[in-house]
């Protein structure tokens, strides 16, 4: 039966060229799951909230959007307010946001059972535990006295879940539910959305970027693009034959794990340009009498050559970008030396010479935010050749200025723009210049294409190529995307807790991971590919925190391989041929 | 080249932001008339007349706001009070964004020791009782002018340099700040080139809050006889004069008090316009 009918639903606001949605159409029956899948400016979230009825005011809807034969649009506030999570109910991106920071967990999902009549008084606490429970949050009766500030990001995912699903409504809209989450945790979260919507018949109405949420999630799928439908059938027919160009190209762009590296081969026998050897990084915590020393990484080797791509993957809080950092000298590092040409770089920035600074570069994960918003895109990519070349004339700032732009694939009318004036991948393009103009040996993203679209995404990680051939540039790519590792890496640095778990070649690790937190994250990355075998849940659990690290082996606690062993001893970093790795079961297990 | 079209491009959005226009052409018009007013009418600020006490505005002797309680030409006066009013405006506004602005991201940029040793001497001066420091300075030093503006200054600065210290402190741990050290730009020179510019839609904010407010100051110093001396007057001093007046003139009273609320309410509509022409990001399309 038909539980939403949307048809020739378009949402404008004035001013703007074009409309957000433009007649749009669809339906989804009892049950169902449904994708909506699109870039961002496609119109997917505008959609779910004309659905819901929580556009902004100056919002201009027409169309019809029905439940169960029910016209929502131009209903009573009131009538909505009934409506809204009985019979549809919304999970949004960012659950810190979603959830009210002065109420505990337990105490908005409570109001919402009383709000309605469903349950009230200590039957309200119970149904409001059992959801809890449902939704696989750990220890439910403490979580539900819990604020959101006091949950991890999955947990917060889950404890929103519960607030929408508490009300058996028959349809929930996910917008982007995983989208700021982990990979490992983003695998839990879909697969238990999967199970709660089996075991209650929800039907679902899925938005989001990431083909491969789609292909492993939605039985249905609809592809937007800016505000248009460009294609909707069932999930297998469009990936496996787009008949719409746009849908063809989103689909090539992305990527599973199976693409073979794109990088060029290394030549043998080259010496390293960089050098990492023992670098450590520690803070310690602001508390009276100096507080616990918290151990964000500890002693991390590795080297990279001329040319090379080294890859640093790892959850959130696996210490990747504050090694770099270090690397950097934008931090202080506790241990170890960085040397660069075969020369140590003293620890802090300040005291590294202008040229040596040059030599490594960083771009990094938001490009708006890291390009001065007072400042245009021309004296933003000329500031480093002033410093570096302090003798030039301003003419030949701009040529240069002009060069770069060239190569880096922007229009030379941009140097009169502010940041803010900038599409994220031109921000992220111009961020790319103002590194490469000086010419620098290593270049180190952090995440730099993590905020980007996918076809978007591709052409910057093109440009990082192409450069790489150009001039044999070392990249260090830091990333929780392992299908950007796959393409891009000659060699893989995975982290766990700050610790290193395995160093190895791109084709080995992705073949034979030694490590199962590898093995786990091999397994969390969802396959664009419906007609692909469903792999089992990769991993439960959380990574600890960092400041109370399991004893013995950090990843044991999640660790479906672990033995008594693990919980007692530290691993060591086991050098053989093949790279490195630290689990003590290395030998025995064949993860492959 | 870079200095003239940006000027050129300041003025094309200046030209559409009405509200800024009218106010700063009043302001403009405002200073005209109050430089040039004493020096062409007729009448001296100082002369009194005690015939021609508490006159009604007129045209006929060019008397255009009458006279006070002592006979003296209220518009000579008047005028001689708005250059005052504004001279206080100009010099304190400069004195606390050179110093406050300095200072403020001097500290919040370098943090650490130097912060804390900068940021307690704010506290210090904070904690002294400003009426206090003002009798203190008129005891130590001649009573003069200039004494106003030093009291007046060294307390906006105090303000401005700790929003702004505020500010420099969330700016400097944005990636773009990590992007010019890594490029290798001195420290002085991120302060300059990426801090100041970026804390300049909040200064210009601020400093709508600090004009009427060192305006009153003086006005209130005025009012406690340690501020302009007569004959010498500002607006705050007229209003305070015309109090007495108010029943028999109300002029002597409402035409300086006017002239003051009109003299705020440009300042603060100026800074509301000016904010969000020196916001790059909220410019409308």
């Known amino acids: 039966m038909t539980l939403l009918q949307v048809s020739g639903l378009s949402v404008s606001y004035p001013g703007a060229s074009k409309p957000a949605v433009n007649e749009l159409g669809l339906t989804v029956n009892d049950g169902e799951s449904v994708g909506i899948v699109g870039e961002s400016g496609s119109g997917k979230t505008q959609t779910a909230l004309a659905v819901m009825g929580l556009l902004p005011a100056n919002a201009e809807v027409s169309g019809s959007v029905r439940l169960h034969g029910e016209e929502l649009l131009g209903a009573s506030l009131a009538r909505l307010n009934q409506l809204r999570p009985q019979k549809i109910a919304m999970v949004f991106q960012d659950p810190m946001a979603a959830l009210n920071p002065y109420l505990t967990i337990g105490e908005q999902l409570k109001r919402i059972l009383i709000a309605h009549r469903i349950a009230l008084g200590k039957n309200a606490k119970q149904r409001s535990l059992a959801m809890l429970r449902q939704v696989g949050l750990p220890d439910p009766e403490r979580q539900y006295c819990a604020y959101s500030h006091q949950l991890s990001g999955g947990m917060r995912q889950r404890a929103l879940i519960a607030s929408a699903l508490i009300a058996e409504p028959d349809l929930l809209i996910a917008d982007e539910p995983t989208t700021a989450l982990d990979v490992t945790i983003q695998a839990q979260i879909l697969s238990l959305l999967q199970e709660l919507r089996q075991a209650s018949n929800t039907a679902l109405l899925l938005i989001t970027h990431d083909l491969g949420v789609i292909a492993e999630n939605c039985e249905r799928t609809l592809v937007l693009d800016n505000g248009c439908l460009l294609e909707a059938g069932t999930t297998r027919q469009i990936f496996v034959s787009p008949a719409h160009a746009g849908s063809k190209a989103l689909i090539a762009a992305a990527s599973g794990l199976d693409n073979a590296a794109a990088v060029a081969p290394l030549s043998a026998g080259a010496l390293p340009l960089l050098e990492v050897d023992d670098v450590s990084v520690s803070f310690r915590e602001r508390r009276r009498g100096g507080g616990k020393e918290l151990h964000a990484v500890l002693p991390v080797s590795f080297s990279v050559r001329p040319g090379e791509t080294m890859a640093i993957v790892g959850e959130s809080g696996s210490g990747k970008t504050t090694l770099v950092r270090a690397v950097l000298g934008l931090l202080t590092k506790k241990t170890g030396s960085i040397g660069l040409l075969g020369m140590a770089l003293p620890d802090a920035l300040r005291k590294r010479s202008n040229e040596t600074r040059r030599q490594m570069q960083m771009v990094f994960q938001d490009p708006v935010a890291s390009l001065d918003p007072a400042m245009r895109v021309g004296?933003?990519?000329?500031?480093?050749?002033?410093?570096?070349?302090?003798?030039?004339?301003?003419?030949?700032?701009?040529?240069?200025?002009?060069?770069?732009?060239?190569?880096?694939?922007?229009?030379?009318?941009?140097?009169?723009?502010?940041?803010?004036?900038?599409?994220?991948?031109?921000?992220?393009?111009?961020?790319?210049?103002r590194a490469l103009v000086m010419q620098p040996k290593v270049l180190i993203c952090d995440e730099a294409v993590a905020a980007l679209d996918g076809t978007v995404r591709r052409d910057i990680l093109d440009l990082l190529l192409a450069e790489q051939r150009r001039s044999s540039l070392s990249l260090i790519i830091i990333t929780h995307d392992l299908a950007v590792v796959r393409q891009m890496s000659h060699r893989v640095l995975v982290m766990y807790l700050g610790r290193v778990c395995e160093l190895a070649s791109n084709d080995r690790l992705f073949r034979q991971p030694r490590h199962p937190y590898t093995r786990a994250l091999l397994d969390s990355v969802p396959v664009p590919d419906p007609t692909a075998a469903r792999k089992p849940r990769a991993v439960s659990g959380e990574a600890a925190s960092i400041l109370r690290p399991p004893p013995g082996c950090v990843f044991h606690p999640r660790c479906s391989h672990a033995v008594e062993r693990c919980s007692k001893d530290t691993p060591l970093l086991d050098e053989t041929a093949a790279g490195k790795v630290a689990c003590h079961r290395a030998a025995e297990l064949d993860l492959s | 080249m870079s200095a003239l079209a940006a000027v050129a491009r300041l003025s094309g959005q200046l030209r559409g932001s009405r509200l800024v226009l009218v106010c700063a052409g009043m302001l403009l018009a405002m200073t005209v008339v109050a430089l040039l007013g004493p020096v062409l009418s007729p009448h001296s600020y100082l002369a009194t007349d005690l015939d021609r006490r508490l006159l009604a505005?007129?045209?006929?002797?060019?008397?255009?706001?009458?006279?006070?309680?002592?006979?003296?030409?209220?518009?000579?006066?008047?005028?001689?009070?708005?250059?005052?009013?504004?001279?206080?405006?100009?010099?304190?506004?400069?004195?606390?964004?050179?110093?406050?602005?300095?200072?403020?991201?001097?500290?919040?940029?370098?943090?650490?020791?130097?912060?804390?040793?900068?940021?307690?001497?704010?506290?210090?001066?904070?904690?002294?009782?400003?009426?206090?420091?003002?009798?203190?300075?008129?005891?130590?030093?001649?009573?003069?002018?200039?004494?106003?503006?030093?009291?007046?200054?060294?307390?906006?600065?105090?303000?401005?340099?700790?929003?702004?210290?505020?500010?420099?402190?969330?700016?400097?741990?944005?990636?773009?700040?990590?992007?010019?050290?890594l490029i290798g730009v001195s420290s002085f020179g991120i302060i300059f080139r990426h801090i100041t510019p970026n804390l300049l839609g909040l200064v210009v904010v601020y400093m709508t809050l600090t004009i009427p407010q060192a305006i009153l100051m003086e006005s209130f110093l005025s009012f406690l006889g340690l501020g302009i001396q007569e004959p010498q007057t500002s607006l705050g001093a007229l209003v305070n004069r015309g109090v007495g007046q108010m029943e028999q003139a109300p002029w002597v009273l409402l035409i300086p008090a006017g002239l003051l609320a009109i003299v705020l309410l440009c300042f603060n509509f100026l800074g509301d316009g000016l904010r969000d022409l020196a916001d790059p990001r909220d410019k409308a399309q």
């Open chain 1, 379 to 433: 004296s933003i990519i000329a500031e480093p050749i002033g410093v570096h070349e302090p003798g030039g004339t301003a003419a030949h700032r701009r040529r240069r200025v002009d060069e770069i732009l060239d190569r880096v694939g922007l229009d030379p009318e941009l140097k009169a723009r502010f940041p803010h004036e900038l599409s994220g991948g031109q921000a992220q393009r111009v961020a790319i210049a």
């Open chain 2, 57 to 181: 505005p007129t045209l006929s002797n060019g008397q255009l706001f009458g006279t006070d309680d002592l006979g003296r030409d209220l518009f000579v006066r008047t005028m001689m009070g708005a250059q005052v009013t504004l001279l206080v405006a100009v010099v304190a506004s400069i004195v606390s964004l050179v110093i406050g602005v300095l200072y403020g991201a001097i500290a919040g940029f370098i943090g650490g020791k130097l912060d804390a040793v900068m940021m307690r001497a704010v506290d210090v001066l904070y904690a002294l009782p400003f009426i206090f420091l003002v009798i203190l300075l008129m005891v130590v030093f001649e009573r003069s002018f200039f004494l106003i503006f030093v009291a007046i200054g060294a307390i906006n600065w105090l303000d401005m340099a700790r929003i702004v210290r505020g500010q420099t402190l969330s700016l400097r741990e944005r990636e773009f700040v990590d992007a010019a050290r």
